[in-house]
């Protein structure tokens, strides 16, 4: 990226130097690290059929790598997201203080985007692994990465709900008592809503595409790979949150047998509901 920043003068240079290289007319005292410098000057910022500068943005060197610290980034401003999402959907018949909502913040974002970097980090550095192997887990290892971010994401930013407990509701809509099982209930179930959310999305598309780049008609149109891909992660996105959502009732029943002996004596009902958040 360093080449973005040469100024015409050192680019002239750099030219003027592999010029004199080429015609045997080098000035005394020229090194080998100096004419590789200009080689790279050159070959960065010259278009190599035009010898014009390619415009600065467009050149390779301008091309933005997915560095551990940009992946953090995306991933705090990702997980920030989510916590904020699974805040808004929780089952709130509890108050909830500022400072439960900061603690939870805290130890979701930093854990979730400490589970997804430490997976993506010693995926790259199996060097054990055939290149055909590794490439394989490249593909996959966003969705263990994601879904347990996700969950441990939802389960901090609610961890009140397990220790207060939450409402539970008769047939007639009336409020039996306050049930930490029904509470870690809720949990698992969101929790696992989480899990298949990013599935069709990083789990769909790369099977899909490695089956589909095999078929003749992509094999013999290039061209179509890309938008292909582009249809394959729409239908995908398209499908994921409604697939999710579904799995489980907003409302949720459970057997009052199954609850703490207070509340299955403060009613007659055989079944109680009780609001799962999202």
Not at 137 to 164: D, G, K, Y
């Amino acid at each position: 990226p360093r080449t973005l920043f040469v100024t015409e003068s050192r680019l002239k240079e750099a030219v003027q130097l592999l010029e004199d290289y080429k015609h045997g007319t080098l000035p005394p005292g020229v090194t080998n690290k100096e004419l590789w410098g200009a080689q790279k000057i050159k070959q960065a910022i010259i278009h190599p059929d035009t010898n014009e500068k390619i415009f600065m943005p467009f050149r390779m060197s301008g091309i933005v790598y997915p560095l551990i610290r940009i992946l953090i980034c995306w991933l705090w401003l990702n997980q920030s997201h989510n916590a904020c999402v699974n805040y808004a959907n929780r089952n709130a018949t509890k108050p909830s203080p500022t400072s439960k909502f900061i603690q939870g913040y805290l130890g979701a974002v930093i854990s979730a985007v400490s589970i997804a970097v430490g997976l993506n980090v010693l995926v790259q550095r199996a060097n054990k692994f055939t290149p055909a192997t590794r490439l394989l887990i490249q593909r996959f290892v966003p969705f263990p990465a994601v879904a347990s971010a996700n969950v441990c994401n939802v389960v901090l930013m609610r961890h009140t709900e397990l220790e207060e407990g939450i409402d539970v509701l008769d047939s007639n809509g009336n409020i039996v008592g306050s049930s930490r099982i029904a509470a870690k209930h809720a949990l698992i179930e969101t929790a696992l809503t989480r899990v298949v959310l990013p599935m069709p999305i990083l789990v769909l598309p790369p099977i899909l595409m490695s089956i589909l780049e095999k078929t003749s008609l992509l094999r013999s149109r290039p061209r179509m790979v890309l938008p292909v891909q582009g249809f394959v992660c729409l239908a995908a996105f398209g499908l994921a949150l409604p697939l999710a959502i579904s799995l489980f009732p907003q409302m949720s029943e459970i057997e009052t047998s199954r609850l703490e002996p207070e509340i299955a004596r403060a009613t007659t009902s055989k079944t109680v509901v009780y609001n799962k958040g999202l």
